[in-house]
């Protein structure tokens, strides 16, 4: 095929053999949602590239390498949303949500997009399941943020494979403190960094912490901690939330390295990190970002957020083998009907049925066929019960019941008593 038929490097399809699993996964994660009291908002795809820039920060790998930027036909610059959380402030703002500081539990799910170097568990185009909360200062709602994920985790059966980081940046006060120790720190090793280290210790010096490059990592083990730079207030809060999460009897780790990529991050951060998916290990990410609000423009408003990675996890699913068996099915029932008066009275029929069971998933075959041929159609459906209707069944006005998968015998139902007994057989999701 010619490569402008193909899709683009890194945005891939979700084949019909995958998307029982993405609507496993997003389900779970909407019904866990509703059950903690948040609430769905949906923003565009595309937005001003400017307001990425303001929010994300312009010395981050996100903004300086990775955005689809382009000019539209009135020549304004827009970017194809990288993440979430700029365009939910932007909403949040521009809606008066968080007016009067009015708390905002709100959740979005979504494709975003970044170029990056494709390869396993990191694409182009790539979906997130993001919340962010705004109006609540307190560690309380930190904690619960990680607490629901946990629960998440545990409906997922991935518990076991994933463990908690977590660090405190602090407030901006004490990270600037902090910032002017480090880069004396560093500058006193400039020849030991990388190439990247050393432009960022200029830019950005916290981003280093960040590091992939081993003799960068060997020069921050004496690196000043910024847990030795923490404000009371952060230090406060950060105790409170890691005796939440001891109440709640969630296990974590600190990781004074972790920064997190953007630059809004204020106190809290965190990631879920999984040694199951090689290069690509975290899976959920996030912190608080009390400073972002305001920095765009809105009034003084505290934040907390995370987002997830649905392709990581569905991965981690698909390695950890917790795909449930009975997603797979989307066929209960499938009717087979043989000529014309057969298959008008089979679509009155069904028609009759899914008014009584409305959650019967029941498949009428359609392109007629013969005997073999439909009856192979209905059993590579995944139904667990075949309905058979021909010229003799028609005239006693009965159909054939016949189980698929060795439940029980083939019998013949009357018309009128079919639901009741597809109603006996058939759970209904
Ligand atoms: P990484 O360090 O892996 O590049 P990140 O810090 O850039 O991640 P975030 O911006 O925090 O990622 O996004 C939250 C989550 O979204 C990540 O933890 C990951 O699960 C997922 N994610 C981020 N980028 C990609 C991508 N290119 N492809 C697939 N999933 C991604
Ligand atoms: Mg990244």
Redesign the pocket.
């Known amino acids: 095929m010619s490569k402008s038929l193909q899709a683009i490097r890194?945005m891939n399809d979700i084949l019909p053999e995958q998307t029982p699993l993405w609507r496993y996964f997003e389900n779970t994660v909407a019904r866990l949602l509703d059950n903690y009291g948040y609430k769905q908002i949906r923003m565009p795809i595309v937005e001003f590239t400017e307001l990425f820039k303001r929010s994300i920060g312009e010395v981050t790998?996100?903004v300086e390498k990775?955005m689809y930027t382009f000019e539209d036909r009135n020549g304004d610059s827009l970017t194809l949303r990288?993440?979430g959380t700029a365009a939910c402030v932007r909403a949040v703002l521009e809606h008066g949500l968080t007016g009067a500081g009015q708390p905002q539990k709100l959740w979005y799910i979504g494709p975003?997009f970044?170029h990056?170097r494709?390869q396993k568990?990191?694409?182009?185009q790539?979906?997130?399941i993001?919340l962010e909360v705004f109006n609540i200062e307190g560690p309380d709602i930190d904690a619960e943020l990680i607490v629901l994920t946990w629960r998440l985790w545990g409906l997922l059966g991935i518990r076991d494979a994933v463990k908690l980081e977590l660090n405190s940046l602090g407030t901006s006060e004490s990270r600037g403190r902090y910032k002017v120790a480090l880069v004396e720190y560093l500058s006193a090793h400039l020849d030991k960094l990388d190439e990247d280290s050393q432009r960022r210790l200029k830019t950005n010096p916290l981003r280093v912490l960040?590091t992939k490059n081993a003799d960068t990592q060997a020069v921050l083990v004496d690196a000043p901690k910024m847990a030795d730079y923490l404000d009371d207030e952060s230090r406060t809060h950060f105790e409170g939330l890691k005796a939440r999460l001891d109440a709640a009897g969630i296990p974590f780790v600190i990781n004074t390295k972790l920064v997190?990529?953007?630059d809004y991050y204020s106190k809290t951060v965190f990631?879920?990190v999984t040694d199951k998916l090689g290069?690509?290990?975290?899976?959920?990410?996030?912190g608080r970002y009390d400073g972002l609000v305001e920095q765009m423009g809105g009034k003084p408003t505290t934040g907390v957020g995370?987002?997830?990675?649905?392709?990581?996890?569905i991965l981690l699913l698909e390695t950890l083998e917790q795909v449930p068996e009975e997603i797979s099915r989307q066929v209960d029932v499938y009717l087979c009907a043989f000529g014309e008066a057969a298959e008008l009275a089979a679509l009155a029929l069904s028609e009759q049925v899914r008014d009584q069971l409305p959650n019967l998933r029941l498949q009428v075959n359609a392109g007629a066929g013969s005997f073999k041929s439909q009856f192979k159609k209905a059993d590579k459906s995944g139904a667990l019960y075949a309905l058979i209707l021909g010229d003799d069944e028609l005239a006693q006005q009965v159909i054939g019941f016949k189980p698929l998968r060795g439940q029980g015998e083939q019998q013949n139902i009357a018309f009128d008593a079919l639901a009741a007994h597809l109603a006996t057989c058939v759970v209904q999701g």
């Open positions: 890194g790998d996100i990775e990288p993440e975003m970044r990056e494709p568990g990191r694409y182009r790539f979906h997130q993001g960040d997190r990529g953007l990631e879920w290069a690509q290990g975290t899976v959920c990410a996030g995370f987002a997830m990675g649905i392709e990581r996890l």
